[in-house]
C-alpha cells in the first residue's frame, strides 16, 4: 500500500491543521539518541506501533539532517523538532522540513520565527502566567514541563479558569497514569523514556501499540 506523505492528507503545512492533528494522534514520542542509526530504531519502532507523531530533539547529533531525511523517506510520519532554543535553530529545522517546534521554555526569538513560517511552536511553560504569555503570542498549545513536577490534576486547576489552552504535558506521563492525564483534560501528550526506557525496538514497538490503545480506550 502506498504511504500519502501526511502533508497531502491536512491539504497543507500551517499552524491550525498540525494541531489538529496532534490532538487527534494523542501522543507524541520524544526521540533521544546518540546517533542517527539509533534514532531511526527508535522512530520504525514508534510507527509500527501506531504512534506516528515523533519529536526530534535537537540533543540527537546532526538533528537537522535527521529530520530531513525522515521527512522524505517516513511520509506518514509527522514529525517535529524538540529542545528548540533559539532562533537558528528553530529556522533550520524548518527548513529541513520539521512540522512543528517545541521548546524547553518560551522563547520570543523562536516564536517569531515560527510565526513568520506559519510553523506550529508549542512552548515549555510551568506557571499559569508563562502559559498566558503563550497564549497571548498566539500559541494555541503549550507543553507542560517538566510534568511530574505538577502532576496530571494540575491541568484540571490551569484549565478551570484558562478553559481554551491546550495542554501537552511531557515528562511523568507512563502507561500507568496517561488515562489520569486525559481526564484531566489534557489535548496530547509528550513520552519519551517511559516509551524508549528500555532501548529494544520491539519492546517499544509493543509499549507504542500499548499507548495507542489505550487513548483509543479512553476517548471512546
Given at each position: 500500500?502506498?504511504?500519502?506523505?501526511i502533508?497531502?492528507?491536512?491539504?497543507?503545512?500551517?499552524?491550525?491543521?498540525?494541531?489538529?492533528?496532534?490532538?487527534e494522534e494523542?501522543?507524541?514520542?520524544?526521540?533521544?539518541?546518540?546517533?542517527h542509526?539509533?534514532?531511526?530504531?527508535?522512530?520504525k519502532?514508534?510507527i509500527?506501533?501506531?504512534?506516528?507523531?515523533?519529536?526530534?530533539?535537537y540533543t540527537?547529533?546532526?538533528?537537522?539532517?535527521l529530520?530531513?531525511?525522515v521527512?522524505?523517506?517516513?511520509?506518514?510520519?509527522l514529525?517535529?523538532?524538540?529542545?528548540v532554543?533559539?532562533k537558528?535553530?528553530?529556522?533550520?529545522?524548518?527548513e529541513?522540513?520539521t512540522?512543528?517546534?517545541?521548546?524547553?521554555?518560551f522563547s520570543?526569538?523562536?516564536?517569531?520565527?515560527?510565526?513568520e513560517?506559519n510553523i506550529?511552536?508549542l512552548?515549555?511553560?510551568?506557571?499559569?502566567?508563562?502559559?498566558?504569555?503563550?497564549?497571548?503570542?498566539?500559541n494555541?498549545?503549550?507543553?507542560?514541563f517538566?510534568?511530574?513536577?505538577?502532576?496530571?490534576?494540575?491541568?484540571?486547576?490551569v484549565?478551570?479558569?484558562?478553559?481554551?489552552?491546550?495542554?501537552?504535558?511531557?515528562?511523568?506521563?507512563?502507561i500507568?497514569?496517561?488515562?489520569?492525564?486525559?481526564?484531566m483534560?489534557?489535548s496530547?501528550?509528550?513520552v519519551?523514556s517511559?516509551?524508549?526506557g528500555?532501548?529494544?525496538v520491539?519492546?517499544?514497538?509493543?509499549?507504542?501499540k500499548e499507548?495507542v490503545s489505550?487513548i483509543?480506550k479512553?476517548?471512546?
Amino acid at each position: 500500500m502506498t504511504c500519502i506523505p501526511i502533508l497531502t492528507l491536512l491539504g497543507g503545512n500551517n499552524q491550525e491543521m498540525i494541531l489538529k492533528k496532534l490532538k487527534e494522534e494523542g501522543i507524541v514520542a520524544v526521540i533521544r539518541a546518540n546517533s542517527h542509526e539509533e534514532a531511526l530504531g527508535y522512530i520504525k519502532a514508534c510507527i509500527s506501533g501506531g504512534i506516528k507523531a515523533v519529536e526530534l530533539t535537537y540533543t540527537i547529533p546532526n538533528v537537522v539532517e535527521l529530520i530531513k531525511y525522515v521527512s522524505e523517506n517516513y511520509p506518514e510520519a509527522l514529525v517535529g523538532v524538540g529542545s528548540v532554543l533559539n532562533k537558528k535553530m528553530a529556522k533550520d529545522a524548518i527548513e529541513a522540513g520539521t512540522l512543528y517546534v517545541v521548546s524547553p521554555g518560551f522563547s520570543d526569538e523562536v516564536n517569531d520565527v515560527c510565526k513568520e513560517l506559519n510553523i506550529l511552536y508549542l512552548p515549555g511553560c510551568m506557571t499559569v502566567t508563562e502559559i498566558m504569555n503563550a497564549l497571548s503570542k498566539g500559541n494555541p498549545m503549550v507543553k507542560l514541563f517538566p510534568g511530574e513536577v505538577f502532576g496530571a490534576k494540575y491541568i484540571k486547576a490551569v484549565k478551570a479558569p484558562i478553559p481554551n489552552v491546550e495542554i501537552m504535558p511531557t515528562g511523568g506521563v507512563n502507561i500507568d497514569n496517561i488515562d489520569e492525564w486525559f481526564k484531566m483534560g489534557v489535548s496530547c501528550v509528550g513520552v519519551g523514556s517511559s516509551l524508549l526506557g528500555s532501548r529494544d525496538v520491539k519492546e517499544i514497538e509493543n509499549l507504542a501499540k500499548e499507548f495507542v490503545s489505550k487513548i483509543e480506550k479512553i476517548r471512546n
